[in-house]
T-cell receptor
Framework: DVKVTQSSRYLVKRTGEKVFLECVQD?????MFWYRQDPGLGLRLIYF???????EKGDIPEGYSVSREKKERFSLILESASTNQTSMYLC?????????FGPGTRLTVL | QKEVEQNSGPLSVPEGAIASLNCTYS??????FFWYRQYSGKSPELIMS????GDKEDGRFTAQLNKASQYVSLLIRDSQPSDSATYLC??????????FGSGTRLQVQP
């Protein structure tokens, strides 16, 4: 079974803090993704990576950056957290076609 | 026009009935289609994938694909209260990342 883990289930940060969300997969997948999910807006793609050190912007990259130094690990960085970044953040790893999701991190920015 | 459209629901069906969930997509070149189930507060879980026209059955679930009509559906036979969740349709539009619909909330009434 594919396993995708995320560093925290719940996180509370203050406005202006730098926030790191980490995701690890154990299936040697090339592709990894970061989404945010908000009520009524569905899943929105922030960034994805198709190889180590490779990244591509998704639909809503503003205010975020990513890092992929190792194949199994994909990090999402909020350089200066703002209240409108309060959301559920989901990491996914993709094999042939199918994406498998981690448990999610519910981030609250105060 | 959204790339992947779903009726947000809620779709309410009695226990034991067939639930029919529908999804339309705009990109004619799409090749791969997926259904995810998401319980409240949890991350999406892959339940079906379909790649060619016709029906694909897996237990109580049947996915149907009609590429000419750009339409994919999910049928759940003998619906159970435990099937109550939001069902997300996802389409591979060839840009490496999946495009998700906003989801249909299904309620199965005991």
């Amino acid at each position: 079974d594919v396993k995708v883990t995320q560093s925290s289930r719940y996180l509370v940060k203050r406005t202006g803090e730098k926030v790191f969300l980490e995701c690890v997969q154990d299936m040697d997948h090339e592709n990894m993704f970061w989404y945010r999910q908000d009520p009524g807006l569905g899943l929105r793609l922030i960034y994805f990576s198709y190889d180590v050190k490779m990244k591509e912007k998704g639909d809503i990259p503003e205010g975020y950056s990513v890092s992929r130094e190792k194949k199994e690990r994909f990090s999402l960085i909020l350089e200066s957290a703002s209240t409108n970044q309060t959301s559920m953040y989901l990491c996914a790893s993709q094999g042939r076609d199918e994406q498998f999701f981690g448990p999610g991190t519910r981030l609250t920015v105060l | 026009q959204k790339e992947v459209e779903q009726n947000s629901g809620p779709l309410s069906v009695p226990e034991g009935a067939i639930a029919s969930l529908n999804c339309t997509y705009s990109d004619r070149g799409s090749q791969s289609f997926f259904w995810y189930r998401q319980y409240s507060g949890k991350s999406p879980e892959l339940i079906m994938s379909i790649y060619s026209n016709g029906d694909k059955e897996d237990g109580r679930f049947t996915a149907q694909l009609n590429k000419a009509s750009q339409y994919v559906s999910l049928l759940i036979r003998d619906s159970q209260p435990s099937d109550s969740a939001t069902y997300l349709c996802a389409v591979d539009t060839g840009r490496r990342a999946l495009t998700f619909g906003s989801g249909t909330r299904l309620q199965v009434q005991p």
